[in-house]
């Protein structure tokens, strides 16, 4: 008998769609959860966009992809997930990480945890005397590539980079270099993120003198935080909900650190409190801010890693790890 080549399409048509029905009724639709966390596997990453595919499975044609967002815990989940082999994909600012699942009969097979990292040759760390943000990154799992002020003039040293951290106490006196501040604007520009602590703050007021309004004149007034203890207030929500909390404590365990009197314009408070200063107590002052310039961001904090580092001042910088 001889069949026409309609009714071959049609036997191979019908043939296809007993195989994925039979499949189905097999099956189950089994509960996808996990964490999204660091390389150390501990600590929690919040907001990562998470998206579960199976593609390149079947047929290499996508049926099912789905996202949502990780919670302030780091957990996240999707339900009704079909049997079958699946990616789970975890980003967050320039980390990624991924992992293979297997649902069976409704059951998830394999670890649903997603660490999520970054090439440690795209992460710089300028060393300094009194901070050393290396330590909290090592403390996370994160790698990274060991930089000096100096090579901040190179723009091909720069530009190699997605994340560059500046720590409390190394040489600013190459904030005063233009080349300096034009390729620190140009990688923020370009997507790049910076982190600053204290006395780093000569980079951002050189290169974004707008940006924040140190206390008196800027360049040389600001050295007045007192030693003490302060109970400072959250007031961005995402990283309220992160601490579990509202109120911090932050301890700065050395005086003549750098005091903020008001931001500018597109600059976000995150956290502030009541502080004492070689000029008096002042109320309400910044004390850990950020802002973005066109594609990339900049976050500074008057606090950072030190002996005496608070355990809320920790979670902190780990938080914004991330949010750079």
């Known amino acids: 008998m001889t069949l026409k080549n309609g009714s071959v399409l049609l036997i191979l048509f019908v043939s296809f769609s007993f195989l994925f029905i039979g499949c189905g009724e097999e099956g189950g639709e089994g509960l996808v959860s996990g964490t999204i966390t660091a390389p150390d596997g501990e600590t929690p990453v919040?907001?990562?966009?998470?998206?579960?595919?199976?593609?390149?499975?079947?047929?290499?044609?996508?049926?099912?992809?789905?996202?949502?967002?990780?919670?302030?815990?780091?957990?996240?989940?999707?339900?009704?997930?079909?049997?079958?082999?699946?990616?789970?994909?975890?980003?967050?600012?320039?980390?990624?990480?991924?992992?293979?699942?297997?649902?069976?009969?409704?059951?998830?097979?394999?670890?649903?945890?997603?660490?999520?990292?970054?090439?440690?040759?795209?992460?710089?760390?300028?060393?300094?005397?009194?901070?050393?943000?290396?330590?909290?990154?090592?403390?996370?799992?994160?790698?990274?590539?060991?930089?000096?002020?100096?090579?901040?003039?190179?723009?091909?040293?720069?530009?190699?980079?997605?994340?560059?951290?500046?720590?409390?106490?190394?040489?600013?006196?190459?904030?005063?270099?233009?080349?300096?501040?034009?390729?620190?604007?140009?990688?923020?520009?370009?997507g790049g993120s910076i982190y600053a602590s204290d006395w780093e703050y000569l980079y951002i007021e050189y290169t974004w003198p707008d940006a924040i309004d140190f206390y008196g004149n800027d360049l040389s007034d600001p050295y007045i935080g007192s030693e003490q203890h302060v109970d400072a207030d959250i007031l961005d929500s995402e990283l309220s909900d992160y601490m579990g909390k509202s109120v911090v404590e932050i301890y700065y365990n050395l005086g003549s650190w750098i005091v903020i009197d008001a931001v500018g314009e597109g600059t976000t408070t995150h956290i502030q409190g009541d502080i004492e200063t070689d000029e008096g107590p002042m109320e309400d002052k910044p004390l850990l801010v950020s802002f973005a310039d066109e594609d990339g961001s900049v976050v500074y904090t008057t606090f950072h890693n030190e002996t005496q580092l608070t355990e809320d001042a920790e979670n902190i910088l780990k938080y914004f790890v991330f949010e750079l």
């Open 46 to 190: 919040a907001g990562a966009t998470v998206t579960i595919t199976d593609e390149g499975g079947q047929l290499g044609v996508v049926l099912l992809e789905r996202s949502t967002q990780s919670q302030s815990d780091g957990t996240y989940s999707f339900s009704d997930i079909p049997d079958g082999e699946y990616t789970v994909m975890a980003d967050k600012g320039h980390f990624h990480g991924e992992i293979t699942i297997e649902v069976t009969n409704g059951n998830v097979q394999g670890d649903t945890d997603v660490e999520v990292d970054i090439d440690p040759t795209k992460v710089a760390v300028v060393p300094g005397i009194f901070d050393d943000i290396g330590a909290i990154l090592t403390d996370m799992g994160i790698g990274f590539t060991t930089i000096y002020d100096s090579d901040l003039v190179d723009w091909d040293i720069v530009s190699s980079f997605y994340v560059i951290f500046l720590n409390c106490g190394s040489d600013t006196s190459y904030a005063e270099n233009e080349d300096v501040q034009e390729n620190l604007r140009n990688f923020v520009k370009g």
